[in-house]
C-alpha cells in the first residue's frame, strides 16, 4: 500500500513539473511575440531614422481634428507644388490611411507595409504618410519631379531627309516616340530592374507575333542574370550582353533615333531602351547594317546603293591604303609604276624616318586632333581640328619629318573613316588600322595579306545573340542580298530578313501591291 502511494505521488510531481514547463514555454512564446511586435512596430521609426541621416530627407507631422499625419521625402526628390496642391489640402478629408487612395487626386497611390517597398519607393520620388503612433499600415504618394530635356534634334545620326527627332534620357518618353510609330497593342515592353546601387529600369521591347522568341528570350535572360552594381548608359548594357566582349567590333547596333528602333522592331528585330540613356540598342544585327544609313530608306534606291558602296569602299581604303604605302615602300618598289617613282622619291628625299614612323607620326596626330576635337567645346573643338591639322600637316612636311604623298594619304584615310554611319564602328576601324600597319612594316604586303585574313576569320566566328554575323554571306542567304551592299527597290523586299527567323516572314503582298498599280496605267493607256 505504501509503495503504491508512493508512485501515485511521484507521477503527480511529474505532471506538475510538466505544466510548469508547458507554461514556462507558453510564456516564453509570448514574450517573444510581443518582442516582435515590438520589434515590427519600430522598423518604421528606426529605418526613418538612418534616412534622417541624410540632409535632403525631410519630416513633418501635420494635426487635423480628424486624424494626425505623418510625413517623410526626399526633397530633392520631389515635386514641392504636387506636394502643397494635390496633397496637403485634402489629407484634411480623410479620417484614416485606408482612405487616402480614394482622396487624394492623384493616379499612384500605395497602401502598404511592405518595409523595403517603402524604402525602395522612397527613393523614387514616393511621399511616406502615416498616421501618428501607428506605423503597421502607411501610404506612399508618387510625387516624383520630372528634370528630362525636350526632344531634340539628333546629334550624332543626323539626317537631312527624315523625320528629326532624337531620344533624350527618359525611358517613358522614349517608349512614347516608338509607340507614335508603331500604335499597335503587338508591341510590348517588359521591364527589368538592373544594377545594386543605380536601381536601373531596362525595358526590352519587341512585336509579339513577329519577333523571335528565341531571341526575346536569349535578351531577357542576359539582362535578368547580369550582376553588376551601376548601370548609368547602354553602352555599358553593351558591353557586358554581347556575345563577345573582347572583340572591337559592336554586336548590337546603338541608335538614338526612334524610327530606326520601329523599322527594326517591323523586321522582327529586339529593341533595348535604359532609362536615363538616350540611346536605344537593337538586335541581332549583321556587319553590314553598320554601314547602312537609315536615310538610306528616305532616298531612291539606286542614289541609296551607289552612296552605300561609297561606304563600304571608304572603309577598306581607311585601313588598307596606309598600310599598303608603308609595305610598297618597304619591301615592294617594282609594284611602283614609272610615272609615280620619281614623284614618290622626290617626296621622300631628306626624310631620315623609316616609313613605319612617319605614317605612325601623322596616324597619332590625326588621333590626337580627333580627341581634343571631340573634348573641347563645338566651336573650339571645330576650330581646333581644322587649324591643327593645317599647321601640324605643313610643318611637319616643311621640317622634312613625313612626306607629303603620306600626308595626303592618311588624310584622306581618315576623312574616309568618318563615312560609318554608326560611331562605334568607326572607332573600331580607326583600332584595327594599327594591326595592319605593324605587319606590313613586319613582312610588307603578305602582313597585310595575313591581317585581312585573320580580321576575315574573326568576323565569321562573331555573332549578335546567336545570329551569325556575316549573314548573308556567311551562311550564303541570297533573298537576304536584297539589303545589304546595295538596297533594291521595296517591291522586293516583301520578306523579312531570314536572319531574324521572324514568326510572322511577310511583310506585305507584293502581287496585290503590283495589282492596285495596273488599273492606273490601264486608264491612262500605258
Request: proline share 5%; hydrophobic share 40%.
Amino acid at each position: 500500500m505504501r509503495k503504491r502511494y508512493e508512485k501515485l505521488l511521484a507521477q503527480e510531481n511529474e505532471k506538475g513539473q510538466e505544466a510548469k514547463k508547458n507554461s514556462q514555454e507558453e510564456n516564453k512564446k509570448s514574450e517573444n511575440d510581443t518582442g516582435k511586435e515590438k520589434k515590427n512596430n519600430d522598423s518604421l521609426s528606426n529605418q526613418l531614422k538612418d534616412i534622417s541621416t541624410s540632409n535632403d530627407f525631410k519630416q513633418l507631422t501635420l494635426d487635423f481634428d480628424s486624424c494626425s499625419f505623418c510625413i517623410g521625402y526626399y526633397i530633392t526628390l520631389v515635386d514641392k507644388e504636387i506636394i502643397h496642391r494635390d496633397i496637403f489640402p485634402y489629407l484634411k478629408a480623410s479620417d484614416s490611411i485606408s482612405a487616402l487612395p480614394l482622396v487624394l487626386p492623384i493616379e499612384k497611390v500605395i497602401v502598404t507595409t511592405d518595409l523595403s517597398k517603402i524604402k525602395e519607393n522612397l527613393l523614387k520620388g514616393f511621399i511616406l504618410i502615416y498616421e501618428k503612433n501607428k506605423e503597421n499600415e502607411v501610404c506612399l504618394v508618387k510625387a516624383s519631379v520630372e528634370n528630362t530635356r525636350q526632344v531634340s534634334l539628333p546629334e550624332v545620326e543626323f539626317s537631312v531627309v527624315g523625320p528629326k527627332e532624337a531620344f533624350v534620357e527618359s525611358l517613358d518618353t522614349n517608349i512614347n516616340l516608338v509607340r507614335k510609330r508603331l500604335p499597335i497593342p503587338e508591341l510590348v515592353a517588359k521591364d527589368i530592374i538592373i544594377g545594386k546601387l543605380s536601381k536601373t529600369k531596362v525595358s526590352v521591347l519587341y512585336l509579339d507575333g513577329i519577333a523571335n522568341k528565341e531571341n526575346v528570350n536569349t535578351v531577357i535572360q542576359r539582362l535578368s542574370t547580369l550582376d553588376f552594381d551601376q548601370i548609368n548608359d547602354s553602352s555599358i548594357i553593351t558591353q557586358l550582353i554581347q556575345d563577345n566582349q573582347n572583340s572591337p567590333f559592336p554586336q548590337l547596333i546603338d541608335t538614338e533615333r526612334p524610327d530606326r528602333i520601329a523599322a527594326a522592331l517591323g523586321e522582327g528585330k529586339v529593341a533595348i531602351l535604359v532609362d536615363g540613356a538616350p540611346h536605344g540598342l537593337i538586335g541581332p544585327t549583321t556587319l553590314f547594317e553598320f554601314f547602312s544609313a537609315f536615310e538610306d530608306y528616305f532616298l531612291n534606291w539606286t542614289v541609296a546603293s551607289f552612296f552605300r558602296l561609297v561606304r563600304f569602299f571608304a572603309v577598306l581604303f581607311s585601313i588598307l591604303i596606309t598600310p599598303i604605302y608603308v609595305a610598297v615602300i618597304t619591301y615592294h618598289y617594282e609594284l611602283i609604276p614609272k610615272d609615280l617613282v620619281n614623284t614618290l622619291v622626290i617626296s621622300r628625299s631628306g626624310i631620315p624616318l623609316p616609313p613605319i614612323l612617319e605614317a605612325l607620326i601623322l596616324e597619332l596626330a590625326i588621333e590626337l586632333l580627333r580627341e581634343a576635337g571631340a573634348r573641347l567645346p563645338t566651336k573650339v573643338g571645330q576650330t581646333i581640328g581644322i587649324v591643327g591639322g593645317i599647321v601640324i600637316g605643313t610643318a611637319s612636311v616643311e621640317a622634312g619629318l613625313t612626306s607629303n604623298v603620306l600626308l595626303i594619304i592618311v588624310a584622306l584615310a581618315a576623312l574616309a573613316s568618318f563615312t560609318t554611319p554608326v560611331y562605334q564602328m568607326g572607332n573600331t576601324i580607326r583600332l584595327i588600322r594599327f594591326p595592319f600597319l605593324f605587319m606590313a612594316h613586319i613582312i610588307g604586303l603578305l602582313g597585310v595579306a595575313i591581317s585581312f585574313c585573320c580580321l576575315l576569320i574573326h568576323l565569321l566566328k562573331l555573332t549578335s545573340l546567336g545570329r551569325p554575323f556575316l549573314e548573308p554571306f556567311y551562311p550564303p542567304r541570297m533573298k537576304d542580298l536584297k539589303d545589304s551592299l546595295i538596297r533594291l527597290p521595296f517591291s522586293f523586299q516583301s520578306k523579312r530578313p531570314i536572319q531574324e527567323q521572324t514568326e510572322k516572314t511577310d511583310r506585305f503582298n507584293a502581287k496585290k501591291a503590283k495589282k492596285k498599280k495596273d488599273p492606273a496605267k490601264k486608264k491612262h493607256g500605258f
